[in-house]
T-cell receptor, first 114, second 111 residues
Framework: KAGVTQTPRYLIKTRGQQVTLSCSPISGHRSVSWYQQTPGQGLQFLFEYFSETQRNKGNFPGRFSGRQFSNSRSEMNVSTLELGDSALYLC?????????????FGEGSRLTVL | EDQVTQSPEALRLQEGESSSLNCSYTVSGLRGLFWYRQDPGKGPEFLFTLYSAGEEKEKERLKATLTKKESFLHITAPKPEDSATYLCAVQRSNSGYALNFGKGTSLLVTP
């Protein structure tokens, strides 16, 4: 069974540019969450999508946005990049049933902003 | 505001030397507490879910316990392959499936 796939794995951008990251969840998983991981702040929740609808949103500025498609694949976009946006962006999928917080993470997209 | 604090930040053990990692939390309406393991260059890997005080879960050399204020991850007779960062996360009852993570404990087990 294929795991969560994130593309691209690495990318370098300059301040002011925008970036789009992609996530393909495990087959059958309809929930996709995004997290930002930095050495200083650790893992921070960005947003969660289920059945193409944003269900929860973390405390991030409006420059961070996402969407989910009918096949459960998800994208997140960061506009007007800042140096502080350099981070590992992790996507996680889950069945979203009951109380389970069992998330299956991808290997992440490492973004460097110069 | 929810808070998840993990200690120690880093821990070095000799192979076979048992120890415990701590996760202290403050959350209104805990739905669940989770432990994940993260290897360098990889995404976190799910280990355990604990739902109520007094609950315990075991997997190989790992045992997770939960009280009303903290959780412990006990590592018995660790091996070098247990070296990783261990992350604790809480899920609030009214926050959907969003997890609030601690900053992790980096564990190094030497032969």
């Amino acid at each position: 069974k294929a795991g969560v796939t994130q593309t691209p794995r690495y990318l370098i951008k300059t301040r002011g540019q925008q970036v789009t990251l992609s996530c393909s969840p495990i087959s059958g998983h309809r929930s996709v969450s995004w997290y930002q991981q930095t050495p200083g702040q650790g893992l921070q929740f960005l947003f969660e999508y289920f059945s193409e609808t944003q269900r929860n949103k973390g405390n991030f500025p409006g420059r961070f946005s996402g969407r989910q498609f009918s096949n459960s694949r998800s994208e997140m976009n960061v506009s007007t990049l800042e140096l502080g946006d350099s981070a590992l962006y992790l996507c996680a999928s889950s069945l979203r049933t009951g109380n389970s917080g069992e998330l299956f993470f991808g290997e992440g997209s490492r973004l460097t902003v110069l | 505001e929810d808070q998840v604090t993990q200690s120690p930040e880093a821990l070095r053990l000799q192979e076979g030397e048992s120890s415990s990692l701590n996760c202290s939390y403050t959350v209104s309406g805990l739905r669940g507490l989770f432990w994940y393991r993260q290897d360098p260059g990889k995404g976190p890997e799910f280990l355990f879910t604990l739902y109520s005080a007094g609950e315990e879960k075991e997997k190989e050399r790992l045992k997770a316990t939960l009280t009303k204020k903290e959780s412990f991850l006990h590592i018995t007779a660790p091996k070098p392959e247990d070296s990783a960062t261990y992350l604790c996360a809480v899920q609030r009852s009214n926050s959907g499936y969003a997890l609030n993570f601690g900053k992790g404990t980096s564990l190094l087990v030497t032969p």
